[in-house]
């Protein structure tokens, strides 16, 4: 194990127990824990991987919702949506991204580039992917679908 990799381990280390000794006493719902925990859970993945995460829980202050997870991957920008879950139901956890979801997604991804740049902007290659974490008692599982919706929505052929 490397330098940087023994560096990341100890930090999520630290991070998952710290984070277990304030659910206890947190007056969440359990749903909202398992969500929140997925999130720490894939954001370490994912830095694990060699995403540079850049934004956890980003917000607009125009817009409902939030981007779970922001980061690059060589010169393109990451919008992750992390779906989390305990079991593995018959459906997958990623079937949540509907189009109401995508279109939210995009629109918030828009507000994001707004920060850059205005040179920038639009030369910034930018992808959504859907990351699956399952918290269940064997140990935590990831299913990564990357390109998992268009950028931008499909034109409807509505007259």
């Known amino acids: 194990m490397g330098l940087r990799s023994l560096s990341l381990e100890l930090e999520r280390r630290a991070y998952t127990a710290l984070r277990a000794r304030a659910d ?39 817009l409902s ?9 060589g010169p393109t920008l990451v919008i992750f949506e992390v779906k989390s879950r305990t079991a593995r139901d018959l459906i997958a956890a990623e ?28 030369a910034v290659p930018v992808r959504f992917d859907v990351l699956s974490v399952y918290l269940l008692p064997s140990g935590t599982e990831f299913e990564h679908l990357p390109n998992a919706f268009p950028r931008f929505a499909p034109a409807s052929n509505t007259m």
């Open 95 to 122: 079937a949540a991204v509907d189009s109401h979801k995508q279109q939210m997604l995009r629109k918030m991804a828009a507000a994001y580039l707004h920060q850059l740049p205005v040179a920038f902007r639009a």
């Open 65 to 73: 919702g939030d981007l779970d997870l922001v980061a690059w991957d």
């Open 24 to 62: 206890r006493n947190s007056l969440m719902p359990p749903h909202l824990l398992t969500g929140e925990r997925g999130e720490d859970a894939a954001f370490f993945h994912l830095r694990s991987l060699g995403y540079t995460v850049v934004a956890r829980r980003w917000r607009s202050e125009r």
